[in-house]
């Protein structure tokens, strides 16, 4: 199986039982006029993600990993969104508010979409979560139930908040999780370092952290010859 180098210690990965993750990358989080800038944040930090989670994307469907995309998101008549999530940060605009790219957060409006450089194809379920965590109230237990997935290769946004939060909803459903440090980012470089090194420490506490250019030589090494 190939072995990817990461922290704490390598990542044995087997690429039949492992799917690659791709957490939020939507335009309301990484466009301007969308829920990220809405909070207050500067989107721009985003951005330099998208390139090399491109190649990687690129690389995991060329060696047939499984994909998947989610989206944070609402139902248009808000029955999914608790109130102390609407009110969170005072803001003059709200979740289902009307923004430059539709209503906010809201499923079916532009801004809730994912980037078109990464725009999922046919066979990639793409999974919408009114929270932060990929679990919580979505169908992603059955969909690796089903497709008996035991690793994640975890990429997206934003690192210390729905990245932390589905690794370790993750790691307590025993998934292994490999989190890429150039494929996740944060409005705020601190916090990005630090939540990469608290999911590395402890002896790889709630994963492992390495990056795309590992992952896609692990992807596109030659198999090994079988033992004679
Ligand atoms: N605000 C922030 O950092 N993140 C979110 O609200 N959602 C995700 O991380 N996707």
Redesign the pocket.
């Known amino acids: 199986m190939p072995v990817v180098p990461a922290q704490p210690y390598e990542f044995t990965l087997d690429p039949p039982r492992a799917a690659l993750l791709i ?2 990358m ?1 335009r309301d ?1 990484v466009e301007p006029g969308g ?2 800038e809405m ?1 207050g ?1 500067d989107v721009s930090q985003l951005r330099p993600s998208i390139e090399p989670l491109k190649a990687l994307l690129a690389a995991a469907r060329q060696a047939g990993l499984f994909v998947m995309h ?1 989206r ?1 998101g609402h139902k248009p008549d808000l029955s999914d969104l608790h109130e102390a999530k609407k009110v969170r940060g005072r803001g003059a605009k709200t979740i289902g508010d009307e923004g430059p790219m539709g209503r906010i957060l809201i499923i079916g409006e532009a801004g809730h979409d994912i980037i078109p450089e990464l725009y999922p194809i046919a066979g990639e379920p793409v999974i919408d979560k009114p929270g ?1 965590g990929a679990f919580y109230n979505t169908e992603l237990t059955d969909i690796i139930a089903d497709k008996d997935i035991k690793q994640f290769i975890v990429c ?8 932390h ?1 589905t690794v370790r909803e993750a790691n307590d459903r025993g998934i292994e999780c490999l989190v890429l440090s150039d494929c996740t980012a ?2 705020f470089p601190e916090f990005h370092a630090t939540a990469l090194r608290m999911i590395a420490a402890q002896g790889g506490i709630f994963g492992w952290v390495s990056d795309s250019t590992s992952v896609i030589a692990a992807l596109t090494a030659p198999a090994e010859p079988a033992a004679s």
């Open positions: 957490i939020d939507q989080f829920f990220g909070l944040n989610t944070e932060k997206g946004v934003t690192t210390e908040v729905c990245v939060t944060s409005y």
